[in-house]
């Protein structure tokens, strides 16, 4: 034995060729945490000071490679100074290229994932021969960083700018045929012949036949590309990334402006500007929000983890209501390998939802991610019914039927005597409270809420409602069912709009109200699309349909009386009146016409200011400043709400239900995180100047009192 630790173990294999394996103690996946990186460097020394080694073959003994970095040591790391993250990199760089200058060829075994910090490793050895099923990648920007383990100096000279930028900015976890192509890898081998594959480099190398130090010089020395062919590269590529990435996210023009500087320089100088680049990302408050959202997912994770052990198994499941939500939710559970009836009242409703169906999957099958025979199972395990035939063999039901308490009432009880005792009666209402379907149950404790986001197969968020007489086993069933079907399942207490649309209608009273004092709606939308969400209130109101935001808004208003009913006439009021419903009859705030793809594209429409006119008192100009503060102020108060009454455990599942349940921008890191982020004592500050507009601009006690004590929501 070279070395032993307890992430790394260096042995001597054959002939003279030593083999350094990866393979963390009590973790399932290996990661550079610090212990590993403090290993790295005390392997390479013991590599080092054997005098006969002839070759090293990097491997890892378990399923992955090396996942990355281990993340959950970002928050404290990226506390530090700039001076101090500069020092860290390159300290750990100093390990990683101490690597590289081993007196001998080396060669990565790469038998599964290996990304970030991970790849990084593979890219210090000469050579790389890659699984099949294993896939590398860097996916640093999707942290608000960019590789800084000399990941873009060596991807840079080994592969080309065009290549590494793609691979650096776009972030994406590449195949092996992908990665051989683009020259990241030599070559791609079954797993079990990966050792026997890096041995025969190796033993090349020592032969004269194969050149390791041409390729290691290749990879320590200036990009080959002169001034000419380097401006281009690098200009194209920033004006490229720079307007898909846009300013909310600067980590990927920056990793192309570090690669730039350091394009003429040789290893060692290029890692140092990597280090200050990448100090200076890490140092920003996008990546402090992103770093934060990976950390709360992977709670939601957990906390889903632990629930699927108490669930039943869902082996058949049923819906309700063959609606825009049903179908989807059959088609969703299909796809993913549930199989589901689904049963409507009429035919007409029927023939819609397995229409829809067809061409979700019909459009997999155009983007060859499904061959024609897979579609045709999926379709069939979809089964299309008008009366409650098979219901004694359905596990779970989720009811997709009107928005109406009387018709939900109903159907509920009806189905509950249709299917099995320890059957789960789910209801995707989006507002009313689960308490109140209840009511009318034999067993309440077998039913909770299980709400799905339009579209079903895009929106990744589902909440789950537990209602006061829900079993843990039906929130458990839910959970794990929700999970089966590709979604991140929230488990939230009962109350109006739970917590997604509980917080949505505060945001649109906001718009209402700015509307009323005179803001041009677009305005509105411009700057709230600026701030970072996918769309502005008055285009997200026309995607939900009127009739939908205005029912709802009525539900919301008899559950919040104090702060969600309005006095007067809004602009959503005027629509809805006008049978504006929005994209549904193509015409809301905005006309909708149909472009060259047969997409719907907004047009302004001057109408819509004619209506307007009644609700409109007087007319003011507002700064940006005025309408975000306008609209985000009543957002994160009821979000403070929602925290305070108990309908999310923690800060942590409230900010990930509002960025995945209605887009907030991610690298604000959420509601909470946002009031966080401004200082909670600024916060209230702000929210007291607006305090004339109402309740729902009014904090909250326990929050005047974490201003006080400088109590924040997370840390
Ligand atoms: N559309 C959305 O954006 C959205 C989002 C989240 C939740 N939801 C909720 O999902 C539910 C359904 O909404 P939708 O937009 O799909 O409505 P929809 O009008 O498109 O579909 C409702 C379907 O239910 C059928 N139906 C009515 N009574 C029935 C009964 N007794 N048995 C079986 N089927 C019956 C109708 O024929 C219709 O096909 C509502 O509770 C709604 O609030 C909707």
């Given at each position: 034995m070279i070395y032993e630790g307890k992430a790394i173990t260096v042995k001597e294999i054959e002939g003279g060729i030593a083999q350094l394996d990866f393979d963390l103690q009590g973790e399932s996946v290996n990661k550079f945490n610090r212990l590993t990186i403090e290993e790295l460097h005390a392997a390479t020394d013991a590599l080092k000071a054997q005098k006969k080694l002839k070759g090293l073959v990097v491997t890892s003994s378990k399923d992955s490679f090396i996942v990355g970095a281990d993340i959950t040591e970002f928050t404290d790391l990226f506390a530090g100074s700039e001076e101090d993250l500069v020092a860290n990199n390159l300290k750990a760089n100093a390990i990683f290229s101490a690597v590289e200058d081993l007196p001998f060829p080396t060669v990565t075994a790469i038998n599964g994932i290996a990304l970030g910090g991970g790849f990084e490793m593979c890219l210090a050895t000469d050579f790389r021969v890659m699984a099949p099923k294993a896939k590398v990648g860097l996916p640093e920007v999707k942290l608000g960083i960019f590789p800084g383990f000399g990941g873009t100096v060596r991807l840079s000279r080994l592969v080309g700018v065009d290549n590494a930028v793609e691979w650096i900015c776009g972030g994406a976890e590449n195949r092996a045929d992908v990665a051989l192509k683009t020259g990241a890898v030599d070559a791609v081998v079954e797993p079990e012949k990966l050792v026997e594959a890096a041995v025969a480099i190796i033993n090349q190398c020592n032969e004269g036949k194969l050149d390791h130090e041409a390729r290691r010089e290749e990879k320590k020395g200036k990009i080959k590309l002169n001034a000419m062919e380097s401006m281009m590269a690098f200009e194209i590529s920033k004006a490229f990334v720079g307007g898909k990435a846009g300013k909310n996210y600067p980590a990927p023009v920056e990793a192309i402006k570090v690669?730039?500087?350091?394009?003429?320089?040789?290893?060692?100088?290029?890692?140092?500007?990597?280090?200050?680049?990448?100090?200076?990302?890490?140092?920003?408050?996008?990546?402090?929000?992103l770093v934060g959202l990976f950390l709360n997912d992977q709670e939601l994770k957990k906390k889903a983890k632990a629930w699927e052990k108490e669930a039943s198994e869902v082996k058949l499941a049923a819906v309700l209501g063959a609606g825009i939500m049903g179908g989807g939710v059959a088609y969703q559970s299909a796809l993913k390998g549930t199989p589901i009836i689904m049963k409507d009242i009429n035919q007409d409703g029927i023939t819609l939802g397995l229409n829809e169906a067809k061409k979700l999957l019909?459009?997999?099958?155009?983007?060859?991610?499904?061959?024609?025979?897979?579609?045709?199972?999926?379709?069939?395990?979809?089964?299309?019914?008008?009366?409650?035939?098979?219901?004694?063999?359905?596990?779970?039901?989720?009811?997709?039927?009107?928005?109406?308490?009387?018709?939900?009432?109903?159907?509920?009880?009806?189905?509950?005597?249709?299917?099995?005792?320890?059957?789960?009666?789910?209801?995707?209402?989006?507002?009313?409270?689960?308490?109140?379907?209840?009511?009318?149950?034999?067993?309440?404790?077998?039913?909770?809420?299980?709400?799905?986001?339009?579209?079903?197969?895009?929106?990744?968020?589902?909440?789950?409602?537990?209602?006061?007489?829900?079993?843990?086993?039906?929130?458990?069933?839910?959970?794990?069912?929700?999970?089966?079907?590709?979604?991140?399942?929230?488990?939230?207490?009962?109350?109006?709009?739970?917590?997604?649309?509980?917080?949505?209608?505060?945001?649109?009273?906001?718009?209402?109200?700015?509307?009323?004092?005179?803001?041009?709606?677009?305005?509105?939308?411009?700057?709230?699309?600026?701030?970072?969400?996918?769309?502005?209130?008055?285009?997200?109101?026309?995607?939900?349909?009127?009739?939908?935001?205005?029912?709802?808004?009525?539900?919301?208003?008899?559950?919040?009386?104090?702060?969600?009913?309005?006095?007067?006439?809004?602009?959503?009021?005027?629509?809805?009146?006008?049978?504006?419903y929005g994209q549904k009859n193509d015409v809301g705030f905005y006309k909708y016409e149909l472009d060259r793809k047969g997409k719907q594209k907004k047009v302004v429409d001057e109408e819509t200011y004619k209506l307007l006119e009644p609700v409109v008192q007087g007319k003011n100009e507002f700064s940006d400043e005025d309408i975000i503060a306008r609209m985000m102020i009543p957002l994160c108060l009821e979000t403070v709400r929602c925290l305070e009454d108990g309908i999310v455990e923690d800060p942590a599942d409230a900010d990930m239900g509002l960025i995945f349940g209605i887009g907030f921008p991610p690298f604000r890191g959420g509601a909470l995180r946002y009031i966080d982020d401004m200082g909670v004592d600024k916060f209230v500050e702000l929210a007291d100047k607006y305090a004339d507009l109402g309740p729902l601009y009014h904090p909250t006690d326990k929050l005047r009192e974490m201003a006080k004590t400088g109590k924040k929501f997370f840390g």
């Amino acid at each position: 034995m070279i070395y032993e630790g307890k992430a790394i173990t260096v042995k001597e294999i054959e002939g003279g060729i030593a083999q350094l394996d990866f393979d963390l103690q009590g973790e399932s996946v290996n990661k550079f945490n610090r212990l590993t990186i403090e290993e790295l460097h005390a392997a390479t020394d013991a590599l080092k000071a054997q005098k006969k080694l002839k070759g090293l073959v990097v491997t890892s003994s378990k399923d992955s490679f090396i996942v990355g970095a281990d993340i959950t040591e970002f928050t404290d790391l990226f506390a530090g100074s700039e001076e101090d993250l500069v020092a860290n990199n390159l300290k750990a760089n100093a390990i990683f290229s101490a690597v590289e200058d081993l007196p001998f060829p080396t060669v990565t075994a790469i038998n599964g994932i290996a990304l970030g910090g991970g790849f990084e490793m593979c890219l210090a050895t000469d050579f790389r021969v890659m699984a099949p099923k294993a896939k590398v990648g860097l996916p640093e920007v999707k942290l608000g960083i960019f590789p800084g383990f000399g990941g873009t100096v060596r991807l840079s000279r080994l592969v080309g700018v065009d290549n590494a930028v793609e691979w650096i900015c776009g972030g994406a976890e590449n195949r092996a045929d992908v990665a051989l192509k683009t020259g990241a890898v030599d070559a791609v081998v079954e797993p079990e012949k990966l050792v026997e594959a890096a041995v025969a480099i190796i033993n090349q190398c020592n032969e004269g036949k194969l050149d390791h130090e041409a390729r290691r010089e290749e990879k320590k020395g200036k990009i080959k590309l002169n001034a000419m062919e380097s401006m281009m590269a690098f200009e194209i590529s920033k004006a490229f990334v720079g307007g898909k990435a846009g300013k909310n996210y600067p980590a990927p023009v920056e990793a192309i402006k570090v690669m730039q500087k350091h394009a003429g320089m040789t290893r060692d100088k290029a890692i140092e500007v990597e280090a200050k680049g990448f100090a200076k990302m890490a140092k920003t408050n996008v990546a402090a929000c992103l770093v934060g959202l990976f950390l709360n997912d992977q709670e939601l994770k957990k906390k889903a983890k632990a629930w699927e052990k108490e669930a039943s198994e869902v082996k058949l499941a049923a819906v309700l209501g063959a609606g825009i939500m049903g179908g989807g939710v059959a088609y969703q559970s299909a796809l993913k390998g549930t199989p589901i009836i689904m049963k409507d009242i009429n035919q007409d409703g029927i023939t819609l939802g397995l229409n829809e169906a067809k061409k979700l999957l019909t459009k997999r099958v155009d983007k060859g991610r499904m061959k024609a025979g897979q579609m045709a199972d999926v379709l069939n395990s979809i089964t299309p019914t008008l009366n409650y035939g098979d219901f004694k063999n359905v596990d779970l039901v989720v009811e997709a039927v009107v928005e109406n308490p009387k018709v939900k009432d109903a159907v509920l009880r009806e189905v509950e005597d249709a299917v099995r005792e320890d059957a789960i009666l789910t209801s995707n209402t989006s507002t009313i409270s689960i308490d109140l379907l209840a009511k009318n149950l034999k067993r309440p404790e077998n039913f909770c809420g299980m709400h799905f986001f339009n579209p079903v197969h895009m929106m990744p968020l589902v909440e789950v409602i537990r209602g006061k007489k829900t079993s843990d086993r039906a929130i458990a069933t839910t959970v794990a069912y929700a999970k089966a079907m590709g979604k991140t399942p929230i488990v939230v207490n009962d109350c109006p709009g739970f917590l997604v649309n509980r917080v949505l209608f505060p945001y649109f009273g906001g718009f209402v109200g700015l509307v009323r004092d005179g803001a041009d709606f677009q305005k509105v939308d411009k700057v709230m699309e600026k701030f970072g969400w996918p769309m502005g209130p008055a285009y997200l109101l026309d995607v939900v349909g009127m009739d939908t935001g205005k029912h709802a808004g009525e539900v919301m208003a008899d559950g919040f009386p104090d702060r969600m009913k309005h006095a007067e006439t809004t602009a959503i009021d005027v629509m809805f009146e006008n049978n504006r419903y929005g994209q549904k009859n193509d015409v809301g705030f905005y006309k909708y016409e149909l472009d060259r793809k047969g997409k719907q594209k907004k047009v302004v429409d001057e109408e819509t200011y004619k209506l307007l006119e009644p609700v409109v008192q007087g007319k003011n100009e507002f700064s940006d400043e005025d309408i975000i503060a306008r609209m985000m102020i009543p957002l994160c108060l009821e979000t403070v709400r929602c925290l305070e009454d108990g309908i999310v455990e923690d800060p942590a599942d409230a900010d990930m239900g509002l960025i995945f349940g209605i887009g907030f921008p991610p690298f604000r890191g959420g509601a909470l995180r946002y009031i966080d982020d401004m200082g909670v004592d600024k916060f209230v500050e702000l929210a007291d100047k607006y305090a004339d507009l109402g309740p729902l601009y009014h904090p909250t006690d326990k929050l005047r009192e974490m201003a006080k004590t400088g109590k924040k929501f997370f840390g």
